[in-house]
Every structure is written in structure tokens, then in C-alpha cells.
């Protein structure tokens, strides 16, 4: 950052908004962050970055820094979005799709993706990215560990916890639309 | 390790899982569209000055300087004074026993906004020609805010009061006070700070500038901006 010079990590902040912020902005849905407060949440994690990046040694993958200050933007804005008892359904609207199945196939489609969001958001959201990538991306296991810059172990046991912690979620909802 | 068989693929898996899934749609990359307003804003925020140090530092030492920012603010924009009604503690100067602010002309360069802000909106009703003709140079450029006030928010004002700081400090400092009643606790806090003493000194009330980079520094024993505080606060 050549005219800052408070940096002295000789990354230039918007060099490094060019090459990584499609990652932060996946890594925040993932993560989940409400597609309307998405723009706000990645402005936020490049505040943090601009205010910190002074710190970033260089001795972990630039990714992975990024993916640690996202996650925490994610905490907080998630913490923010229970606050305020956003309507659940504002995810899914904004990802309807252009070739739903006539009016009953939408209202099927939007509730399973109403419930999805519900299990989804009370997940650990290191939990949940993993799920995400794995179950919704289908991104391999090695892929999710090159991403995230952890092992491949912490992948597989993440996953596993991620897996069981969404099959119970989905179980109380069945028991809930049974009772 | 063995690759494990997503839910989708495993006809074992329950059903109920597998209809979740299968409604959920991939996360899409952004949009260049998306991307490009977000460089813009990293561009701003890059032009800022930061305070070094781990955000939850920078909020905690915040919420102290905000004390004496709003508190101190007082500055006189317009009719009124835009800063909550100041304590004992208070540094305002009555504008008649401030040194003279230069009332350069309103730069029409410096009323443009940005790409992404929101036009100035005209004040809702007309000063007095009394009120008019001691704050026809000061009159802020009220920005409305975004439906998500936020730290995009935050930045645009910010960003348009450095913009002005230099050219139109009183307007800059309308535009830092507006930012002080939106974003009390906002996460700009301390740069909006850096920002007030520069238009501070930029408006001639240097000792009131000088006031608060007394308490900047208290705040902030290790700024890295201590050399920039002391080129701001040069004669």
C-alpha cells in the first residue's frame, strides 16, 4: 500500500480486495450471512483487514487470514440478525429459481429452503461453511481443506460433526411437524 | 481416508435430509456488477486513515474516545449545533471568539458524490437570511441514510467528509457529525476522530483541535498516527 504508511505488510488493500474477494464473499454466505447484509459484511471484514493487515506475518496463507477475520464478521453479524428476528424467508426469496414447477412447486421449493435455513443458521458456522461446501457445493474434502487452509483431518471431523449436528436439526423439525 | 458419500448421492441417507438439500441452491460467485461497487468502497476505505490494531481493541478504546468526540464535537452547522447539549467538559467556542473560519466558496468539485453516495439533499427549509449569511460556507451536505446503515454507511460519510476536509472543513464537519449521530458506536469511530482534528485545524480552531488530539493520544498512547497528528496540528 504505497501511499499508507501505516502498512508495512507491503499488501495493497484494494490489489488484495481484487484477488480475494469473491473468496470473502463466498466464505460469508457459507458462513451464513443474509444476502441482504452481505455487501455490509464484506466491507466489514476489509475494515479489519485495512486496520490489521500491518499484523499479518505472511506465515499463514493470506486465505486463511481472511477466512479467520470473516468468520468472525460472520459471528457478529449473525448474533445481530437474531437480534433483530429477521424473516427467514429473505434468503430464499432471493434465490428462487427461474424454472420453479408452477405455484405448488414454488411453495414446496421456498418451504424446504425456509426449513434448510433454519437448520443451517443454527449451526456453528465453521460447522456450517464446511456442510455447505461439501453437502450444497459439492466441493471435494481436499478441496474444502486447500480452501480453508486447514488439514484434511480437521475437514473430515468437522464434516462429521457438521453432518450429525444437520440430521438431528432435520429430525426435531419432522418431530415438530409431527407433534 | 475415504471420501464420504454426500447425502444427495447415498439412497440411505433420510429423506427429509435429502429434500432439504435438494432445494438448496449453490452460493453463486458475486456479480461483476457486485464486485465492482465493492472495490469502489474498499478504494474509499483505503484513502482513510486507520488506526492499527485488532478490531475488538479499536471498538473497546472507541466507545472511551466517543466520550469526548460527541461530547466535544459542538460544531455549529447552520441554525444549530448539531452535537448533543455539551457538559461542563465541553470544548466549544462560541463562533464569535473562534478565529475566523476562511469561507472559501462552496467548490462545486467537492458537492459531487461518489459513485455510490447519495446526492446532498437541499435543507428542508431555508435559513433565515440572518442564519444564511453566517453559515452560507457551512452548511452541511446532509447524506440520507442507507435502508442498511452500516459500515458501508459509515464509510461513504467518512469518505466524503475527507473529501472535503481540506477544501470545506465546516461541511466536512457537519458530515463527521452526522456520522457521530448514526454510528455512535460505529466501527469508524476512531477515524472519524482523526478526521475531526484535521477539519478542526483545516477551519482555523486550532486549539480546539489541538484539545482533541490531547485526547486522541491519551486514548491511543500507540497510535501510529502520532506523526500525522503532529503534521495536522503544525502552525
Known amino acids: 500500500m504505497g501511499a499508507d504508511p501505516t502498512n508495512t505488510s507491503g499488501f495493497d488493500?484494494?490489489?488484495?480486495?481484487?484477488?480475494?474477494?469473491?473468496?470473502?464473499?463466498r466464505t460469508l454466505q457459507r458462513l451464513g450471512v443474509r444476502e441482504s447484509e452481505l455487501d455490509d459484511a464484506v466491507q466489514e471484514v476489509f475494515v479489519v483487514v485495512h486496520k490489521k493487515l500491518h499484523t499479518f506475518r505472511g506465515s499463514?496463507?493470506?486465505?486463511?487470514?481472511?477466512?479467520g477475520v470473516a468468520l468472525r464478521v460472520a459471528y457478529r453479524f449473525r448474533r445481530t440478525a437474531r437480534r433483530r428476528r429477521e424473516d427467514p424467508n429473505e434468503l430464499d426469496q432471493s434465490h428462487v429459481p427461474d424454472s420453479s414447477p408452477g405455484p405448488e412447486g414454488v411453495a414446496f421449493e421456498r418451504e424446504a429452503r425456509r426449513q434448510l435455513a433454519e437448520v443451517l443458521d443454527g449451526m456453528d458456522p465453521p460447522k456450517r461453511a464446511v456442510l455447505v461446501m461439501f453437502e450444497i457445493e459439492r466441493l471435494s474434502t481436499t478441496q474444502?481443506?486447500?480452501?480453508?487452509?486447514?488439514?484434511?483431518?480437521t475437514v473430515y471431523s468437522r464434516l462429521r460433526a457438521a453432518r450429525e449436528q444437520f440430521q438431528r436439526a432435520v429430525d426435531r423439525i419432522r418431530e415438530g411437524e409431527g407433534a | 481416508m475415504n471420501e464420504p458419500r454426500r447425502f444427495l448421492d447415498d439412497d440411505d441417507a433420510s429423506p427429509e435430509v435429502r429434500r432439504l438439500l435438494a432445494a438448496a441452491e449453490r452460493p453463486g460467485a458475486p456479480d461483476p456488477a457486485r464486485l465492482a461497487r465493492s472495490r469502489r468502497r474498499v478504494m474509499a476505505l483505503a484513502s482513510l486513515p486507520m488506526v492499527g490494531g485488532s478490531l475488538v481493541l479499536v471498538q473497546k478504546l472507541a466507545l472511551g474516545a466517543l466520550l469526548g468526540s460527541v461530547v466535544g464535537l459542538g460544531v455549529e452547522v447552520g441554525r444549530r449545533t448539531l452535537a448533543p447539549a455539551p457538559p461542563v467538559a465541553s470544548v466549544v467556542v462560541p463562533s464569535a471568539q473562534r478565529p475566523a473560519v476562511p469561507k472559501a466558496p462552496r467548490p462545486s468539485v467537492a458537492l459531487q458524490p461518489t459513485p455510490e453516495l447519495p446526492a446532498p439533499e437541499p435543507p428542508a427549509s431555508a435559513p433565515s437570511p440572518s442564519a444564511s449569511q453566517r453559515t452560507a460556507a457551512s452548511q452541511p451536505p446532509v447524506l440520507p441514510p442507507s435502508p442498511s446503515a452500516g459500515v458501508t454507511r459509515e464509510l461513504e460519510l467518512l469518505e466524503a467528509a475527507r473529501r472535503l476536509v481540506d477544501a470545506d472543513p465546516a461541511r466536512a464537519l457537519g458530515l463527521l457529525e452526522q456520522h457521530a449521530r448514526e454510528?455512535?458506536?460505529g466501527t469508524l469511530v476512531i477515524e472519524r476522530e482523526l478526521l475531526v482534528i484535521q477539519a478542526l485545524a483545516r477551519s482555523g480552531r486550532l486549539a480546539e483541535a489541538k484539545a482533541r488530539a490531547a485526547r486522541f493520544r491519551a486514548a491511543h498512547p500507540e497510535s501510529l498516527y502520532e506523526e500525522r497528528i503532529t503534521r495536522i496540528l503544525a502552525p
Not at chain 1, 499463514?60 to 477466512?67: C, K, S
Open chain 1, 13 to 25: 488493500l484494494v490489489e488484495l480486495h481484487d484477488e480475494h474477494a469473491a473468496f470473502v464473499f
Open chain 1, 60 to 67: 499463514a496463507r493470506i486465505t486463511t487470514w481472511l477466512y
Open chain 2, 183 to 185: 454510528s455512535p458506536h
Open chain 1, 144 to 153: 474444502i481443506a486447500a480452501e480453508l487452509g486447514i488439514p484434511l483431518g
